[in-house]
């Protein structure tokens, strides 16, 4: 069973940073590509930024470019999402997500991903 566990969210001020954690269980996860979700009231699920199998290939929203990092650990299985500058209209539910078939790249598309975590808060305060 694959699990995906994010920890890291919070409520924070505008201009802060937050460091958010996806751990991953139950998958070959130094063999397939991760990515970066985030949902607030109202919106769909937007697509925030994803990375290659070996950590060289990233790829961000033009929303976040420049402020967010990913990045990823296989040694530990975890994958992180650096967040800097935070911006109200950042609130959200920070969501990861794994492919279900062996793509050593994933991107934006939704359609890639067959296995979410449940999401973590984060909340910005203007």
């Known amino acids: 069973q694959v699990q995906l566990v994010e920890s890291g969210g919070g409520l924070v001020q505008a201009g802060d940073s937050l460091r958010l954690s996806c751990t991953v269980s139950?998958?070959?996860?130094?063999?397939?590509?991760m990515g970066w979700f985030r949902q607030s009231p109202g919106k769909g699920r937007e697509f925030v930024a994803s990375?290659?199998?070996?950590?060289?290939?990233?790829l961000y929203s033009d929303s976040v470019k420049g402020r967010f990092t990913i990045s990823r650990t296989n040694a530990n299985s975890t994958l992180y999402l650096q967040m800097n500058s935070l911006k109200p209209e950042d609130t959200a539910v920070y969501s990861c997500a794994a492919p279900g078939r062996p793509l050593l790249n994933t991107g934006w598309r939704t359609g890639e991903y067959n296995y979410w975590g449940q999401g973590t808060q984060v909340t910005v305060s203007s």
């Open positions: 990375i290659a199998y070996d950590g060289r290939g990233t």
């Open positions: 139950g998958r070959a996860f130094s063999r397939i590509g």
